[in-house]
């Protein structure tokens, strides 16, 4: 849990879902249409097969879609990283402590490889699934990775439903969102909302952030779940909300589909997650800092320090420079940087265009491998 502010709280745990109402699924009634002349039997016998309802979207998904228990055992002072859920605590009396916290997966290929938050598994000593038809799998971790707060499990299973995969990138805002996971333990629930917008940055929830903002309810147990569109493919994973009273309050976010899929196969294939890093910390300029800070560059990332003989220092940046362009990458925000620099991977020459002060500097920096964020 992140404290934003005195009583606004960034929830980054057991959390997803979606805003609005719960989706309801409307069946057409059996029987023949009604007519003035036939009493039909109530109200329910006017619907029909063609009122809208999204049940064929949701069966595409829900299958796939997991109820993730991760235990911990505690044998000395408490561990604050898992997050734990209410009436989830057992052990008998006297035994090493353990508690067990609740969050959602996604089944991502048929032989057992599951995706969710790295959040929802951390510093767990076991971990099980429990799929929508009520199959248990006992789960192994293959890997996380902390800058986009997702990991991979592995069950020992053949056969298994997959999510299918929808486009992130051609989201719009005001598209159908519906998130599908396990809110409080109730068992697997749909709900429905939209997109509210795309690519939300520098909220401070993990180090690479390109949100999907959506009014879909998001509540504890629903972390690490599908965020899906009107196709019933998914388009994120359902990560953090931002509330005041510690539940729901339609703000929420999604790892968009298009990173969290290229995380996956990492993490499938390596155990980790590579990226670039040259040693850099700053802020995306606004007009507003631009003017406080009598900026020449009306976009771009203002540095604020360098790690000494990091790849920006050995590059000649300095506090006060403002990096416009990477390679033939316009660079407007942090995240843009971060993007850049990390997807180049490590040992990578990048040339980068800098303002300092009303002068125009070409500079080249190698990127090093970017080190874990600190826990």
Known sequence: MIQTG???????ALIGGAAGSALTLLLAPPGSDPSPHHDTGGAAAHLRDDMPS????????????????????????????LPTYPGLHHGPPGAAASRTGL???????????ILTNRHVVQNADRIRAVLADGRS????????????????????AQGLPVAPIGNSRSLRVGDLALAIGNPFGVGQ?????IVGATGRGELGITDIESFIQTDAAINPGNSGGALAN???ELIGINTAIFTETGTAQGIGFAIPSEIAIDVAHALASQGQVTRGWIGLSGRSVTPELAESFGLRAGHGVLVASTLRDGPAAQAGLRPGDVVTRIDDRDVATVQDLLDAVAGAGPHAALSLEV??????????ATT?????PAE
């Open 6 to 12: 005195p009583t606004t709280l960034l929830i980054a």
């Open 54 to 81: 999204f049940a064929r979207a949701v069966s595409r998904v829900a299958p796939a879609v997991v109820s993730i228990f991760a235990t911990q055992t505690e044998h000395g002072p408490p561990r604050p990283t």
């Open 103 to 113: 969050g959602s997966g996604v089944i991502l290929s048929p032989d057992g490889f």
């Open 137 to 156: 799998l006992e789960l192994a971790l293959v890997g996380v990775d902390a800058d986009t707060d997702l990991a991979v499990l592995k069950a020992d």
């Open 189 to 193: 629930t749909v709900t429905m909302g």
């Open 230 to 232: 009107a196709q019933g």
């Open 355 to 364: 303002w300092r002060g009303s002068e125009r500097i070409f500079t080249r």
């Open 368 to 372: 090093d491998t970017r080190p874990p």
